[in-house]
């Protein structure tokens, strides 16, 4: 554990810690061991995740004396439903839990989502620790208590504030990811440069190639910045009441796009970001606020990673008709009006909800036509 990092996430007695290295799987036992009411968990996670990282979980447990359980669910967004969360409670509490066993989510967003969820609901509250082993997961889900399920009215609609008692971001656990799932993850990592570190987007677009080719090093820097600005920003407003709502850069818009595709395989949350936060600057030049030099220096960055940033990228049309609805469906309307959050320049993010719906719509008629004269 020499090379670990640890970061606080400061919150009064809801506190909690980062810990972002190498090895870490082998070491969460001794790393839970303090922070556990009773020596028993409960391990939620997938079938891609559990083959892959559980065995090394299970045995660093058992070093700790830890009793634990498995429940393995199916792997993706589509997991995250009613259906499933049900069944998730009801297959925990089979396990004849009581208010001191932990829930352990080990495994991506949607892991983590559900098991979180399933924690606050639970026996009215249960502990449980973050283990993500996706670079998305690591740098954003993973840290500052969202959780939440889908519905077919959109995306996390259903959910609750609930914070874990540790993250442990195992960066070992990146290197079973396709190239794919890290650069989803990645988008998530550039947001945090784009909403208010210009000097960390600097080093993104220097590193960033890297990072995604397997640089260990870069990686966990990556993870430790992002965890650490996330970490900041929910320190002072945990509930998402203000400043909070800048980590929502992009996913208005992201949000839609994942709607209207089905939350399937053909758009991963990553790659609706990315999409998202394109969006966001195009509409920021649009308007007046931003410079279109920055726009496309995003753009340049983003596309030439491989990351969607027209929506013609996504090899199927759509229409405006469609998409406003649902971005009008964002848990963070407000009376009504569609919240953005827009850019002045990189780094320079901030929250808009006076954006007329009439200019919306034209803007994204202009970016879906952009997107076909693209192809």
Excluded at 187 to 212: N, P, S
Excluded at 344 to 373: E, H, K, S, Y
């Amino acid at each position: 554990m020499s090379t670990a990092e640890r970061l606080a996430v400061a919150l009064g007695r809801r506190s909690y810690d980062i810990v972002v290295g190498s090895n870490l799987l082998a070491e969460a036992g001794a790393l839970l061991s303090p922070l556990i009411r009773q020596k028993r968990v409960v391990i939620v996670t997938d079938t891609i995740v559990a083959p892959l990282h559980l065995a090394r979980l299970a045995g660093s447990l058992d070093q700790a004396a830890i009793r634990h359980d498995t429940i393995v669910l199916p792997p993706g967004e589509a997991t995250k439903d009613f259906a499933h969360f049900a069944q998730l409670c009801e297959d925990v509490l089979a396990l004849g839990i009581e208010r001191g066993t932990t829930l352990i989510a080990l495994g991506g967003g949607v892991v983590g989502d559900l098991a979180g969820f399933a924690a606050a609901s639970l026996l009215r509250g249960l502990d449980f620790v973050q283990l993500p082993t996706t670079l998305l997961a690591q740098v954003d889900s993973s840290v500052g208590g969202k959780t939440a399920i889908d519905t077919r009215h959109g995306k996390n609609l259903v959910g609750a504030f609930h914070q874990p008692i540790l993250v442990v971001a195992d960066i070992d656990t990146l290197a079973t990811l396709p190239r794919r799932e890290l650069l989803a993850g990645y988008a998530e990592v550039v947001k945090y440069g784009l909403i208010g570190d210009r000097a960390f987007y600097d080093w993104l677009e220097g590193r960033g190639a890297a990072l995604v080719a397997g640089d260990v090093a870069a990686r966990q820097q990556a993870v430790r910045r992002s965890c650490a600005a996330k970490a900041a920003i929910v320190a002072a407003d945990e509930r998402e009441e203000g400043e909070r709502a800048l980590l929502n850069f992009g996913h208005t818009f992201g949000h839609a796009f994942e709607a209207a595709t089905g939350f399937g395989e053909v758009l991963k949350h990553g790659e609706a970001v990315a999409l998202g936060m394109q969006l966001a600057f195009d509409l920021s030049v649009r308007l007046g606020f931003c410079p279109p030099a920055s726009a496309e220096r995003v753009r340049r960055h983003l596309s030439g990673l491989g990351l969607p940033t027209v929506p013609s990228a996504l090899g199927r049309p759509f229409a405006v008709e469609a998409l406003l609805p649902l971005m009008q469906k964002d848990k963070k309307v407000k009376d009504g009006q569609v919240t953005l959050i827009l850019a002045r320049d990189i780094g320079q993010a901030f929250i808009c909800r006076d954006v007329a719906p009439a200019v919306l719509a034209d803007f994204l008629t202009a970016a879906l036509a952009r997107g076909r004269n693209a192809e």
